[in-house]
């Protein structure tokens, strides 16, 4: 094959790669193939470097940012909320609704709903277990809520929790102990403590005889602190204890695999850091858990130990399941280990650029052993709401004003389309607002 043909042949097979159906039926792609051809030269001249080094890589990441479709005119720094989609799935969302809605029963039923398995086979790849442990949801709550409510407890039995875990994870642990009368021990996590072995500490202490089960967020939402799950885990396990980890701000953010973290169970939100599409999630249960895990919904065996038991909620967007799979192959062509590395960069670009400011905190460690791209700061004497309304006024750059338990300022989370120009402007931002204070 002639060098002219092969460039076109490889050109091709990125494209298809990238754009491709996420299980058995192909589509015609919408993406423009200029994008494609240009994010396929980016890779090419970055091939040899390690994560660090292309995590630095404007050219790179330049487009990256022409894969998406975000405001020209408004800057994002709050991805932690929910992240948007390349258009490659913004694309499939759309052809997966549009077929559906020429006969439903029939491309809904016998076309889409055969995706399924091929996707959890690639969920599964990406997360690091078997496909007979994951199942899709639409969301961390409900995948965390199928274990809270139907793990076998008792009165008396002892729950391990934060007061800094999701608020919706905790009204769910405070329900079932108000409807079974078990145990919830908080723990209210000290942030000035941030060495592994006193976060650890932490946790291990408050464990007793009657401990069933530590609920472990991986990475705290609120403010990026980055928990060390694996430590705790294995002094749990060797006490007997079970491990939840709600993993929906570590989950296609950080570079890891589930087995690392020695848990029992974890649901996550694909449509925060994979830039999966609205409404979709991801628990893992490990295998032998299964049997005697109760489904949120009912189910024709609810004591069997088939993962896909978790599934039965009926009619639900099977185009916007089916999608998730252009957003694996998406996160898979940019690779977990140098992502984690950018959006760790992106952190410390900002960080460095406001650090020397009078009056400004951080409110998160910048330790990258215990920190993500996530980052929470404050000025002294501007309060986080009236600090995040001002800085979207003045220059319309979208941050999160953080008020929860002792987690109190500005919330700030770039993506992997965010310019080093735009954070240049964030910081510039955040210098007047902290100027204009000190002249109070």
């Known amino acids: 094959m002639h060098l002219k043909s092969t460039m076109s042949y490889n050109r091709r097979k990125f494209i298809n790669q990238l754009t491709g159906a996420a299980g058995t039926m192909a589509f015609s792609t919408l993406l423009n193939p200029t994008i494609a051809t240009k994010i396929e030269k980016a890779l090419h001249k970055i091939k040899g470097q390690n994560a660090q080094q292309s995590a630095t890589n404007e050219d790179f990441w330049q487009q990256i ?39 439903p029963s029939y491309y809904m039923s ?11 086979r690639q969920l599964a ?32 039995d002892e729950i391990v929790l934060t007061k800094q875990d999701y608020p919706n994870m905790i009204n769910a642990w405070k329900q079932r102990a108000e409807r079974d009368g078990i ?34 967020t991986h990475v705290i939402n609120w403010n990026g602190q980055v928990l060390p799950v694996r430590a705790i885990a294995d002094i749990a396990h060797k006490k007997g204890i ?42 893992y249960v490990k295998k032998e858990k299964i049997k005697k895990i109760w489904p949120l919904l009912s189910a024709p065996e609810p004591q069997s130990d088939d993962i896909r038991k978790f599934e039965n909620l009926g009619t639900r967007s099977l185009g916007v399941e089916a999608a998730i799979g252009q957003a694996i192959v998406f996160h898979n062509m940019i690779g977990s280990e140098r992502k984690q590395a950018r959006l760790q960069f992106l952190k410390n670009y900002w960080t460095q650029k406001v650090k020397d400011i009078p009056g400004l905190h951080f ?22 709401q009236k600090l995040s309304q001002q800085i979207f006024d003045d220059y ?45």
């Not at 072995?197 to 609920?215: A, D, G, I, R, W």
Request: glycine content about 4%.
């Open 242 to 283: 079970e491990v939840l980890v709600d993993a929906a701000h570590s989950f296609a953010h950080l570079d890891f695999k589930i087995s690392d973290l020695n848990c029992d169970y974890l649901g996550t939100s694909l449509h925060k850091w994979l830039c999966a599409p609205f409404g979709t999630g991801m628990l």
């Open 65 to 103: 940012r022409q894969a998406y479709t975000v405001s020209a005119t408004v800057i994002n720094l709050n991805n932690g909320g929910v992240s948007p989609q390349p258009k490659v799935v913004q694309d499939a969302v759309e052809r997966y609704n549009r077929l559906s809605n020429e006969t």
């Open 183 to 216: 145990v919830l021990k908080w723990i209210d996590l000290d942030f000035s403590k941030t060495k592994a072995n006193e976060l650890v500490q932490q946790f291990t202490s408050t464990f007793t005889p009657k401990t069933k089960l530590v609920h472990l």
């Open 125 to 156: 790849a990406l997360a690091g277990c078997t496909k007979e442990e994951i199942a899709i949801h639409r969301n961390t709550t409900e995948s965390l809520a199928n274990i809270i409510f139907g793990l076998p407890l008792n009165a008396g």
């Open 110 to 120: 016998r076309i889409l709903a055969f995706n399924k398995e091929p996707l959890r």
């Open 396 to 440: 319309k750059i979208h941050t999160v004003a953080i008020h929860w338990e002792n987690i109190h300022g500005v919330r700030v989370t770039p993506n992997v389309y965010t310019l080093l120009s735009e954070l240049d402007l964030f910081a510039k931002a955040v210098r007047e607002v902290a100027t204009a204070q000190l002249r109070k």
């Open 363 to 384: 409110q998160t460690s910048l330790d990258p052993t215990n920190s993500c791209g996530i980052a929470l700061f404050t000025i002294d004497g501007v309060k986080p």
